[in-house]
């Protein structure tokens, strides 16, 4: 794309009412979220340090570390690929889902290959759709962003939230034309529509495809976060489960990941963990499970002067804080990546022509300051600017005006007088775009001002206000009046929460799964089966599916409740055992196991969780251990939930809609 063709794009975008609208409620929600779950976190700033020192690490030792994360992960019974690019990475998955072995044993001979794919920038980066729908498959997103805008036949157009520049009444129009449902604005009616068609997807689809957070090159698991649920169905019910990780997302241990999951749901969704922390180190029974690894222009880019870029943990934060971005949304870069850090990967890996991307930016550091791992995106945009896209035989050269305005500035900057005078231009060219001035109450001669962040000049010279002449009071305001950074420092810096040394780890415990929708009863390990018989009474509620030895199996038969061991949709409530919970976030550790654990604590509307006081840990860090040795486990964080449409948070997603915690002391 050119720059004109870029220009077209944003004057399309700012002239799209409905798409402002869009983009100013996801921004400022993101924004305020990330704000207040940050104020949870009082160290937040050495963890943020810390976290980019763990991404340079990786990315500095990145092939040591990868040999490490394939040893293990082969040793754990998973089958490891590497693609140097989009084609080769293509051709690996075809080859997996065309395996003979498999065709004859799910009996698909003849039959449309269904696969049912969780959220994954990867296979956007490679447009793996297409190349599956080319060759016959059925390829279903089930992320309900990703769903509407597959059902648009459009790219997404954020990387947390995909549809995030549509509105209610576009997305009840769509289900009506494309499902044969009645027209409804009704968001929580939008996102069961979508519940029911994806939920016989998952139950019938052949192969299950996931994106990765992280891989863990100590243990050779990988890491999967999300909300509505999606990500444990692909994962969890395909007979073959195939994982596309970008060749740099790895962390060295769980040290590292406990660091990079304080950081990653706060900044991308305003959560202290997202409901869904996966954590998979082997296939299940019965199932296969391959990671294809993709480098596709990533050692380019480490070799490149945007190697920092490889640090990204892809939270999103700083699309959410740019001020471009919030005005021209994600669709008018036209790459996957958009954004602060889509400009300067978009540039890294598919090279010169997404150079002009760079251009998008103030150069105002939001996007800086709200990046969890420290990246310096106005470093990496002056560079894809200058030309320093890891494509180096495609430089770019300095457009006529740049070099003439380089050349003036130059002249100017190097002749104090000189300078001088432009700076007393320059105050009085910011005074009249500037919308409204407070102390004078004079109009702006234009209304530019108003949608951007124009930082005035100051009216007198740093030499004349520091000898004692009156300094200008209305400049001062106006130098730092970018709200979301003020707001950030301030919250950020005045929240101290009480050690968690000093906390009730089991009031802490209820006080958090009760703010995130989840449900506690308290009891004594003798009134558990009692109560959670009175629960089912509660709703009618007859036929559970029951992990073996959690509850009193003869009482519940003597009350008229049958009890099953096998994964069933249609049975209404699973009651698990839980590993752990975790004070600070009210989650609970499901792994698999006996009696089909994972699937009581997924296919059900109400999940039973039943969880000794004993076993609460303080956090996340203490806990992650928990999960060495177990196939596939999952930090339940609440009921399921999506912000897709409007960002309006609906409750019961794909996952239950109710978490109870049957708390037994
Ligand atoms: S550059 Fe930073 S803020 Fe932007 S998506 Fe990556 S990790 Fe998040």
């Known amino acids: 794309?050119?720059?004109?063709?870029?220009?077209?794009?944003?004057?399309?975008?700012?002239?799209?009412?409905?798409?402002?609208?869009?983009?100013?409620?996801?921004?400022?929600?993101?924004?305020?979220?990330?704000?207040?779950?940050?104020?949870?976190?009082?160290?937040?700033?050495?963890?943020?340090?810390?976290?980019?020192?763990?991404?340079?690490?990786?990315?500095?030792?990145?092939?040591?570390?990868?040999?490490?994360?394939?040893?293990?992960?082969?040793?754990?019974?998973?089958?490891?690929?590497?693609?140097?690019?989009?084609?080769?990475?293509?051709?690996?998955?075809?080859?997996?889902?065309?395996?003979?072995?498999?065709?004859?044993?799910?009996?698909?001979?003849?039959?449309?290959?269904?696969?049912?794919?969780?959220?994954?920038?990867?296979?956007?980066?490679?447009?793996?759709?297409?190349?599956?729908?080319?060759?016959?498959?059925?390829?279903?997103?089930?992320?309900?962003?990703?769903?509407?805008?597959?059902?648009?036949?459009?790219?997404?157009?954020?990387?947390?939230?995909?549809?995030?520049?549509?509105?209610?009444?576009?997305?009840?129009?769509?289900?009506?034309?494309?499902?044969?449902?009645?027209?409804?604005?009704?968001?929580?009616?939008?996102?069961?529509?979508?519940?029911?068609?994806?939920?016989?997807?998952?139950?019938?689809?052949?192969?299950?495809?996931?994106?990765?957070?992280?891989?863990?090159?100590?243990?050779?698991?990988?890491?999967?976060?999300?909300?509505?649920?999606?990500?444990?169905?692909?994962?969890?019910?395909?007979?073959?489960?195939?994982?596309?990780?970008?060749?740099?997302?790895?962390?060295?241990?769980?040290?590292?990941?406990?660091?990079?999951?304080?950081?990653?749901?706060?900044?991308?969704?305003?959560?202290?963990?997202?409901?869904?922390?996966?954590?998979?180190?082997?296939?299940?029974?019965?199932?296969?499970?391959?990671?294809?690894?993709?480098?596709?222009?990533?050692?380019?880019?480490?070799?490149?002067?945007?190697?920092?870029?490889?640090?990204?943990?892809?939270?999103?934060?700083?699309?959410?804080?740019?001020?471009?971005?919030?005005?021209?949304?994600?669709?008018?870069?036209?790459?996957?990546?958009?954004?602060?850090?889509?400009?300067?990967?978009?540039?890294?890996?598919?090279?010169?022509?997404?150079?002009?991307?760079?251009?998008?930016?103030?150069?105002?550091?939001?996007?800086?300051?709200?990046?969890?791992?420290?990246?310096?995106?106005?470093?990496l945009l002056t560079r894809v600017r200058a030309g320093l896209a890891s494509d180096a035989q495609h430089a770019t050269s300095l457009s006529p005006f740049s070099a003439f305005f380089l050349k003036t500035y130059a002249r100017l900057a190097t002749h104090p007088r000189l300078f001088a005078l432009s700076q007393k231009f320059a105050a009085l060219g910011t005074f009249l775009l500037s919308p409204f001035d407070d102390h004078v109450r004079l109009p702006a001669f234009t209304g530019w001002g108003y949608g951007r962040d124009l930082p005035r000049f100051a009216w007198r010279t740093f030499g004349e206000r520091y000898a004692g002449k009156q300094a200008d009071e209305r400049t001062d305001k106006q130098v730092d009046r970018y709200p979301s950074r003020q707001e950030d420092s301030s919250v950020m810096a005045t929240a101290t929460p009480p050690p968690q040394s000093e906390i009730n780890k089991v009031e802490r415990f209820i006080e958090e799964l009760t703010k995130v929708n989840g449900q506690v009863v308290r009891a004594t390990e003798k009134e558990l089966t009692g109560r959670v018989v009175e629960f089912l009474r509660s709703r009618n509620i007859n036929r559970i599916h029951l992990e073996p030895n959690v509850l009193d199996e003869e009482s519940l038969r003597g009350t008229g409740i049958t009890v099953s061991r096998e994964a069933n949709a249609a049975i209404r409530v699973g009651v698990t055992r839980a590993l752990c919970g975790l004070a600070d976030s009210g989650s609970v550790l499901e792994a698999d196991g006996e009696g089909g654990r994972l699937y009581a604590s997924l296919l059900t509307e109400i999940h039973i969780a039943v969880l000794r006081a004993s076993d609460i840990y303080p956090s996340l860090e203490n806990a992650l251990h928990l999960t060495r040795g177990t196939k596939s486990a999952v930090f339940i964080t609440g009921p399921s939930r999506t912000g897709d449409i409007e960002m309006s948070h609906t409750i019961g997603v794909h996952g239950p809609g109710e978490v109870v915690v049957f708390l037994a002391a």
């Open 1 to 379: 794309m050119n720059r004109k063709q870029f220009r077209q794009r944003i004057r399309q975008s700012l002239a799209n009412e409905p798409l402002q609208i869009a983009l100013d409620a996801n921004a400022e929600r993101r924004v305020k979220g990330r704000v207040a779950a940050f104020a949870s976190l009082p160290d937040w700033r050495e963890r943020r340090q810390k976290a980019h020192a763990i991404r340079a690490e990786v990315i500095e030792r990145l092939d040591s570390y990868l040999e490490q994360f394939i040893h293990n992960a082969t040793q754990n019974g998973i089958t490891v690929h590497r693609a140097k690019d989009a084609d080769e990475a293509i051709q690996i998955l075809l080859k997996i889902v065309k395996d003979e072995s498999f065709v004859s044993l799910r009996d698909l001979r003849g039959k449309e290959l269904l696969i049912a794919k969780s959220k994954s920038m990867v296979s956007e980066e490679i447009n793996l759709n297409r190349a599956l729908e080319a060759e016959g498959m059925r390829v279903v997103e089930t992320d309900l962003g990703e769903y509407i805008v597959q059902l648009r036949n459009e790219r997404p157009s954020h990387i947390i939230t995909p549809a995030v520049h549509l509105r209610r009444h576009e997305v009840g129009q769509l289900f009506h034309e494309k499902l044969g449902v009645p027209y409804t604005e009704d968001i929580p009616t939008l996102t069961n529509i979508a519940r029911k068609v994806l939920r016989e997807v998952f139950l019938t689809a052949d192969v299950g495809i996931s994106g990765v957070n992280f891989g863990i090159a100590e243990t050779g698991g990988i890491c999967i976060v999300t909300n509505e649920g999606n990500g444990r169905m692909v994962t969890t019910l395909p007979p073959v489960h195939i994982a596309l990780m970008g060749m740099e997302r790895l962390v060295r241990d769980f040290g590292d990941l406990a660091i990079m999951l304080s950081l990653l749901p706060r900044s991308a969704t305003g959560q202290k963990l997202s409901v869904y922390t996966q954590i998979i180190h082997k296939p299940l029974d019965g199932q296969q499970r391959h990671i294809i690894l993709l480098d596709n222009g990533r050692s380019h880019v480490r070799n490149s002067p945007l190697k920092e870029s490889l640090y990204c943990i892809r939270c999103g934060a700083c699309l959410n804080a740019c001020p471009v971005f919030r005005e021209i949304g994600g669709h008018a870069y036209d790459s996957v990546y958009p954004g602060p850090i889509g400009s300067v990967i978009s540039a890294g890996l598919f090279g010169s022509e997404f150079v002009p991307l760079a251009q998008a930016s103030s150069l105002c550091g939001a996007c800086k300051e709200a990046c969890p791992v420290d990246i310096d995106l106005p470093k």
